[in-house]
């Protein structure tokens, strides 16, 4: 086994750059002759512009130009679109809304951008800002989806009903009806996936160039993959993507937030263009909180149709689902296919329907936030299945042991159109129990009783649909000196892609990591690439690897064969040398790119067949203060699946990741709006709670490897598994030392000392 190859608990080679101080993130770069650029944003969340005065503004020291919607419209930048659209149940469109770049007749939610201010300095733009006189007619708005589907509710867009964007449903409803019809028992929930600010570390930032000699546009900001970003930035600008380059160099935490294009993006671009020079814009926190994409935020009836025996007969699901005031890009998809397909769990479930409604408010667009659609689907399936294991008698364990798909079933087709390829659902959660000491948990729960507190435990399964989609491509590239560069067209968030497609390297060329250099994030460096996001960078980038390996020697055997003069058939590849069959003749790789006349290049693309399916148990145990509501977490035990383990390490560390930001979404995160005016109240880290490392605690993690049969490198894939699990684990664990039925997330200390003295 090579000690850097693939199942080692290698350390992440990034991590040297970065602890450092050798990261290069976009607010570290700056150009020759640049400005900057401060944003205007409304400060009412519905109302008609009635004018803008930017006279006094232009005037203002250090101030270039300012420019208004009406401008980038009269310019040809068209309207920013949604990437992914749905039919409504009755096969009508849904509806779609314009979006411009910068508001120009209305605004539609609190930080809707309604100028631009190129300055030569931060400071000045700032200062312009403040000079800028904007009348703008405030109109009543809507913040709660469930009211804003209401008759008479205000209005977002005036062109569609009750605030309505779609429709839409899958599944099978008659045969639904026809399972509660023979159903012995029904248990329902109504619960809410609560909406959440992603709050990455880096801020959003963009570095725009407009290069008059050539004619292209350059774009540094920080992103989930640069040429995705490309096509969008390039439609909207009405150019061909070949006029535009975009890069990407490190990236502090994306979570799906950062694969979108954003208006400061076309702004900046725009703005560059027309005053000749680089412009630069970074986002302060507050500004984040306004202009980012947001997370979750849907409301859902649920109900479960059961025999006699607790064996699941059909589910039917309600959904209202928050879409904000505009749609981002892939808005539509995360409560349609991306969430409701998985809303089949980890259960056989014979029957289920699903409908789901997506309305506008006066919020900030919601999009994919890590996990995009799968963490609400987990939660409202596994809360549901609490309920009916308590409703039943049957308990958490047993009523999941009664209904999730055995091992020997696989592959299984789900009622919602999904084929689990392999998995091992039952033995996850067994080693879960074992591992967690289930059996031991009541007398734990009486060492906490005589501290005045209660303890609960709470199980949740999961499992996710991801690494599919269409292909990626690796480029491998044997330089002159022997040493390798890796094209690739994945981009780095922070997990460690670079540590990773060096084991897989290591792994089938036998050169070793000090040799390797991973290139990423530069629409005109590598010729394609899907980005970062439904963790499938290693599963499919590793695969796209393990096939440009295994070309490059291909082609580098017929030169070691020319060198060797011997036949192509007598030789052999083992760790970075060609050995010929029965001889002491060799040559290295190393050796065989120092006599080439030129680097050895190979391309390969590999295209996923299906999804995988990483799936896994969490069962958390925590504490109760009587006193105070406060919520500790005790003990986090996790059973996951992931297929083949590339680093355990840095595969543990996204389930850290993930646990930690699922525990943040069920008790922290609480994102609050005014219901009368639209205000965001909880607009600052003073107001909007993170979880802290205080918070934590470490987790006890088992693999149960299952192989995958639809990755060619047997990889299920990680990065999303945590935040999906944890939410109902953390809810169901506190359920039960409540002793209730249901608590809404985030469940505060407020909400739980509420629920402790209700009665």
């Known amino acids: 086994m090579n000690k850097f190859g693939i199942g080692q608990p290698v350390l992440r080679d990034e991590d040297i750059r970065f602890i450092s101080g050798k990261g290069l993130y976009t607010g570290d770069i700056s150009l020759t002759n640049q400005t900057y650029m401060y944003v205007l944003r409304s400060n009412v969340s519905n109302g008609l512009i009635k004018s803008l005065d930017i006279d006094d503004a232009l005037k203002s020291s250090g101030v270039i130009n300012i420019f208004l919607g009406k401008d980038l419209r009269e310019a040809g930048i068209k309207d920013m679109p949604t990437n992914f659209k749905a039919k409504n149940k009755d096969g009508s469109d849904m509806y779609t809304p314009e979006r411009p770049a910068i508001a120009i007749d209305k605004v539609r939610h609190v930080g809707d951008p309604i100028a631009i201010i190129i300055a030569e300095s931060i400071e000045q733009a700032k200062n312009a800002s403040e000079l800028i006189f904007a009348d703008i007619e405030e109109i009543a708005s809507v913040t709660s989806c469930n009211e804003a589907i209401k008759d008479n509710s205000p209005q ?26 023979k159903a012995d028992s029904i248990v329902e929930i109504e619960l809410i996936n609560n909406r959440i600010v992603p709050n990455s570390m880096e801020t959003r930032g963009a570095v725009a160039n407009f290069n008059k000699e050539d004619g292209r546009y350059e774009l540094s900001c920080s992103s989930q993959g640069v040429h995705s970003l490309r096509d969008r930035i390039s439609n909207v600008l009405n150019i061909e993507p070949s006029e535009i380059r975009v890069i990407t160099t490190d990236v502090g935490g994306g979570f799906g937030m950062k694969i979108f294009n954003y208006p400061e993006y076309i702004c900046s671009l725009f703005a560059s263009k027309i005053i000749g020079r680089p412009v630069k814009w970074v986002s302060d926190r507050s500004e984040a909180f306004l202009s980012d994409t947001h997370g979750r935020d849907h409301v859902t009836k649920a ?16 959904t209202v689902a928050n879409m904000g005031a505009y749609l981002s890009n892939f808005a539509i998809f ?75 079933e696989m592959p299984y087709k789900t009622a919602l159109n999904h084929t689990y390829d392999t998995g091992d659902f039952i033995g996850n959660m067994e080693l879960a129990v074992k591992d967690s000491d289930w059996q031991g948990f009541k007398d734990r729960a009486k060492i906490s009783k005589e501290n005045n507190k209660i303890r609960g435990i709470g199980l949740s399964t999961y499992i996710e649909a991801c690494s599919g989609g269409g292909p990626e491509e690796a480029t491998i590239i044997l330089e002159k000196n022997g040493s390798i560069t890796l094209h690739i067209g994945t981009q780095s968030n922070g997990q460690g892609h670079e540590t ?22 530069d629409s005109d460096v590598i010729a394609f690439g899907a980005g970062t996001g439904g963790s499938r960078s290693v599963p499919v980038g590793g695969a796209a690897i393990k096939v440009a390996s295994e070309n490059i020697i291909n082609k580098t055997k017929s030169l070691a064969a020319q060198k060797l003069n011997i036949g192509e058939s007598t030789l052999e590849y083992k760790e970075g040398i060609f050995l010929a069959e029965g001889t002491n003749l060799t040559i290295s790789l190393e050796d065989l790119a120092k006599d080439s006349n030129e680097p050895i290049k190979i391309s390969s693309q590999w295209t996923p067949p299906n999804y995988t399916f990483p799936n896994g148990c969490h069962i958390c145990e925590l504490e109760v203060d009587k006193d105070t509501g406060q919520i500790e977490i005790k003990k986090y035990t996790v059973v996951d699946d992931f297929g083949l383990v590339i680093n355990p390490n840095m595969l543990a560390g996204q389930v850290h990741g993930g646990i930690a930001q699922g525990i943040g979404q069920a008790i922290y995160e609480n994102t609050v709006y005014d219901s009368e005016n639209g205000q965001l109240l909880s607009g600052s880290f003073m107001d909007y709670a993170l979880p802290r490392a205080e918070d ?7 693999w149960n490897m299952v192989p995958c ?15 999906i699990g944890a939410p109902p684990a953390v809810i169901n664990a506190l359920v039960n030392a409540l002793n209730i039925e249901h608590i809404d997330m985030p469940a505060t200390p407020n909400k739980v000392w509420s629920k402790l003295h209700s009665n």
């Open 303 to 318: 109900k479960l149709a059961l025999d006699k025996e607790g064996i699941f007969l059909g589910i039917k699901i309600d």
């Open 156 to 181: 977002v867009w005036e062109d569609t009903k009750n605030n309505l964007c779609f429709d839409w449903e899958m599944g099978e409803q008659d045969k639904v009806e026809d399972a509660f019809k």
């Open 696 to 702: 934590l605690i470490n987790v006890d993690i088992r």
């Open 334 to 408: 995360i409560p349609t296919l991306a969430g409701t397909a998985m809303l089949a769990g980890c259960y056989k479930t014979p029957a289920i329907y699903v409908n789901v409604k997506g309305v506008f408010t006066n919020t900030p667009a919601i999009d994919a936030y890590r996990g995009a659609g799968r963490p609400e689907a987990s939660f409202v399936i596994e809360r549901l299945v609490d309920v009916a294991g308590k409703k039943s008698g049957l308990g958490p364990v047993e009523i999941r042991r009664r209904n999730l798909i055995p091992s020997s």
């Open 709 to 723: 049969e639809t990755n060619l490198l047997q990889i299920k894939g990680a990065g999303e598994a945590g935040a």
């Open 500 to 521: 990773a497609y060096k084991q897989i390297l290591c792994e089938y060329l036998g050169i070793g990591p000090e040799k390797m250099t991973v290139i990423q994030g």
